[in-house]
């Protein structure tokens, strides 16, 4: 069974900053792609970043400049810096995983269960 736990989202007044963190748990070979994704009301769920176990990063063009994505590989670990935070980036936040487990050579997709951030005055 795999887990993945967010953690960090919260109420930011605009131009603030939040770190999002992302733990994945359970029977885990390797973790190929971690990435994030968000989805605002009314929206569809959008990709943020990812980042390959390589170090290999990807982000929207609508956050480039202001967010980081990281991982620990050996700790199955993943986050995103939000720096520069605008009312826009209001969502919640998923963090997402593409990975094999331990006596499996097929990848699945895994999904955490979101956190809210909003960005507010």
């Known amino acids: 069974q795999v887990q993945l736990v967010e953690s960090g989202g919260g109420l930011v007044q605009p131009g603030g900053s939040l770190r999002l963190s992302c733990a994945a748990s359970?029977?885990?070979?390797?973790?190929?792609?971690m990435g994030w994704y968000r989805q605002a009301p009314g929206r569809q769920r959008e990709l943020v970043a990812t980042?390959?176990?390589?170090?290999?990063?990807n982000y929207a063009d609508s956050v480039k400049g202001r967010f980081t994505i990281s991982r620990d590989n050996a700790k199955n670990m993943g986050a995103l810096q939000m720096n520069s935070l605008k009312p826009e980036d209001t969502a919640v936040y998923y963090c997402?995983?593409?990975?094999?487990?331990?006596?499996?050579?097929?990848?699945?997709?895994?999904w955490g269960q979101g956190t809210q951030v909003t960005v507010s005055s």
């Open positions: 359970g029977n885990i070979d390797s973790i190929y792609v």
């Open positions: 980042i390959t176990s390589n170090g290999e990063t």
């Open positions: 997402n995983a593409h990975l094999s487990t331990w006596g499996s050579p097929t990848r699945y997709s895994y």
